[in-house]
């Protein structure tokens, strides 16, 4: 049985990125070819089609780099840099990993609040619910430079923020960008905690009444285990949300280090394949995350007496 379960979950997968390694390694030769064709008009060079398409997926900055091209780039920047070396992928995603784990647990704490305040409060749920959807309607590159500015600025300045707080310049960097990502992660917990705070049926609620359960008694023994298997589904969603938050916090700051500084100097640069390493770098990260919060969601659910599928 779970043989075959593997098999039905590793088998699509699969197939699909074949696919679009297929379709990727045909968009290479057919965006390129432009290029190499006026390359060769100048040098009077006549390759045969073999040649003409090798060249196609071999130039140095192509348009469209190739699988392959790809691939090794994030071989040598993972594998064969020093990891305090500035070309190093594992530098740069441990650098914007740190701003989104902070974001993400500042938007944890926010959404969890937010959603216990609409939860238990009607004038909240009416009058702030709004207001949350209505926030992630904002594009959030529209915003992002005017808050990782000001929110630097606050935090660097003279004034009461700044003396309490008292963080040196790298720190205050960190929570500038860790903001944006906040500001991205804490809708999807919020939504997610407020579906699984009113998740008990109303049997359940009416038994804990029945047993005179104080409304704290019936918060804690009643509404948050039953919000639990929302919260973990909502936080995969927030902590892929809050790395897109990291890598746009980083690029109005013109930072020197992170995966949005990779993708902003392979843009000034035209490296392309640079750039194309650096999105494989974050997809990766992102993936690493979601599987560890599904991992922490398992272990969670069989400490709770959850039975495995």
Do not use: C
Request: glycine letters at 6%.
């Amino acid at each position: 049985m779970k043989a075959d379960t593997l098999k039905d979950k590793i088998v699509p997968v699969t197939t699909i990125l074949l696919a679009l390694v297929v379709i990727w390694y045909v968009a290479a030769i057919l965006m390129n070819a432009p290029f190499q064709r006026d390359m060769d008009g100048r040098a009077g060079a006549t390759p045969s089609t073999l040649e003409f398409i090798g060249k196609t997926l071999a130039q140095p900055k192509p348009i469209l780099p190739a699988p392959h091209q790809v691939a090794q780039n994030v071989y040598e920047n993972t594998f064969l840099r020093s990891l305090s070396s500035n070309r190093s992928l594992v530098y740069h995603s441990w650098v914007t990993l740190s701003s989104t784990l902070l974001g993400f647990g500042f938007g944890m704490l926010l959404g969890i609040l937010l959603a216990v305040l609409i939860v238990h409060n009607r004038a909240m749920d009416r009058s702030l619910m709004p207001w949350l959807v209505a926030s992630q309607t904002i594009p959030i590159l529209a915003i992002a430079p005017m808050i990782v500015i000001i929110s630097y600025n606050v935090l660097t300045g003279d004034n009461a923020v700044a003396h309490l707080l008292n963080l040196d310049s790298d720190a205050s960097r960190l929570v500038s960008k860790a903001l944006i990502s906040t500001y991205l992660s804490f809708f999807p917990v919020a939504v997610g905690m407020v579906k699984g705070l009113r998740s008990p049926e109303i049997m359940h609620l009416d038994l804990m009444r029945t047993y005179y359960a104080s409304p704290m008694q019936t918060f804690w023994k009643l509404r948050v285990p039953a919000s639990i298997p929302f919260l973990f589904t909502s936080m995969k969603v927030a902590i892929a949300a809050s790395l897109v938050g990291a890598i746009v916090g980083e690029l109005p700051t013109g930072a020197v280090a992170g995966i949005g500084s990779k993708l902003l100097a392979g843009s000034y640069y035209s490296q392309t394949i640079d750039i194309w390493a650096a999105l494989v770098a974050g997809s990766l990260l992102a993936g690493i995350l979601v599987a560890i919060v599904g991992v922490a969601a398992k272990i969670v659910d069989r400490a709770m007496g959850g039975r495995p599928a």
